[in-house]
């Protein structure tokens, strides 16, 4: 696909996106708009019964679930994107590595770069599962692997991250080559073809099910009733303040953990070098902010709480891949409006070209999880999700 025509569908996307997200954002919308909107309700109705039918081959045996003999923790949304479930699985897999486990995360690998058909036909061993990480050492970048596969591998080390569609098959290489006991299986609450043994599922709590619709209306990636087949819930983005979004997710499902946490910023790194700031850094600052990702008003907001003042924003479709002139651009655009740097999220950094010199200094933002209620820490979280009797598989 053409770069332009890239440019083209991720501007659609970003204007959609704006109407889908929330209840009532669609309204005073100009007629195109509403004649669209109501195609993607059609489209929207027959993905609905879509969802449906698949479980339900599920549920009565027509599609197989494969067990691969050892425990699999499923960590997904019932929604599309900007849950934070990357610093999640994260944080999951660091302290299942420290209780002594071998650890693997499985991952589609999300707009990493495809082999053409005749390259896969041509060659077999391109249809093998590509290795992030063995654990030991980075055998992929982001553009092979993925952003948050590589992400993760580069933060997690002694955890394996394996990348592909079919994640049976990469389960099996992570038990078979690399003697893993325990595979955390990222963005799985859909993917039924592997077993799970546990479900934990994320829940926005500033937008926990968007407009109540399917895609490509709404942001639901399956009806929300289906939050039963979850054992544990994590509530993020909290301020610890959730009851709303407690008693609606308890009258869906009554014996899910619930645990509240959120997304707590680090510090501020540069992405071309070590160089690492204190938050406090930010504080009267005048910055530029760059970002790709589902829902960048949280990651302006954390600038913004810091005391920095913005001079302008960038906002690409999630998981854009940035060439070296836009990264260019921004800068010199940051320069001139007298920004003291051009701040990302880390997510984003992983996919910025690297360049030698740059007029402003660029950092990312590193974030972590801290809980809030539900359990005292994650330690215990991981302990209550290790030792927790799987239940018996929920369906629609």
Request: aromatic share 8%; proline share 4%.
């Amino acid at each position: 696909m053409g770069k332009r025509t890239s440019s083209r569908l991720e501007k659609i996307e970003r204007s959609l996106v704006k109407v889908i997200q929330e209840p009532g954002a669609d309204e005073n919308q100009p007629g195109s708009m509403r004649f669209l909107l109501g195609l993607l309700k059609g489209i929207s109705n027959v993905f609905t019964v879509i969802v449906r039918l698949r479980l339900w081959g599920y549920r009565i045996g027509i599609h197989r679930r494969y067990p691969l003999g050892c425990q699999v923790i499923s960590v997904g949304n019932i929604t599309a994107g900007g849950t934070g479930k990357t610093p999640v699985v994260e944080k999951l897999a660091r302290e299942l590595h420290k209780e002594g486990r071998k650890v693997a995360i499985l991952s589609r690998g999300y707009r990493k770069k495809e082999y053409t058909f005749w390259q896969r036909l041509l060659n077999r061993e391109l249809d093998k599962p590509r290795v992030v990480s063995d654990g030991k050492r980075m055998l992929l970048d982001s553009e092979m692997g993925g952003d948050e596969p590589y992400m993760l591998a580069s933060n997690l080390p002694g955890v394996v991250v394996i990348v592909d569609k079919n994640r049976v098959k990469a389960g099996r290489l992570a038990i078979d080559k690399f003697g893993c006991d325990i595979l955390v299986l990222d963005d799985g609450f859909q993917y039924q073809k592997l077993n799970h043994s546990l479900e934990v599922v994320l829940v926005d709590k500033t937008n926990p099910f968007g407009n109540g619709n399917l895609l490509p209306r709404g942001i639901l990636r399956e009806p929300v009733r289906n939050l039963k087949r979850a054992d544990f819930i994590f509530i993020t983005k909290s301020d610890g303040n959730s009851d709303a979004v407690r008693a609606k997710i308890r009258s869906l499902n009554s014996t899910a953990d619930i645990i509240e946490c959120n997304h707590s910023p680090r510090f501020l790194r540069n992405a071309f070098s070590d160089e690492q700031l204190p938050l406090t850094w930010m504080n009267g600052k005048k910055l530029a902010a760059l970002s790709g990702i589902a829902v960048p008003q949280g990651f302006e907001g954390f600038l913004k709480k810091f005391g920095a003042k913005l001079v302008f924003t960038e906002r690409y479709a999630d998981h854009h891949r940035y060439t070296a002139q836009e990264i260019l651009t921004a800068v010199n655009r940051a320069a001139d409006a007298g920004a003291d740097a051009l701040v990302t999220t880390e997510k984003d950094a992983v996919r910025l070209p690297r360049l030698q010199a740059t007029a402003v200094p660029v950092y990312y933002l590193r974030v972590d999880i801290e809980l809030l209620n539900g359990v005292e820490n994650f330690e215990e979280a991981v302990r209550l999700i290790c030792h927790k009797k799987p239940k018996g598989r929920k369906q629609e």
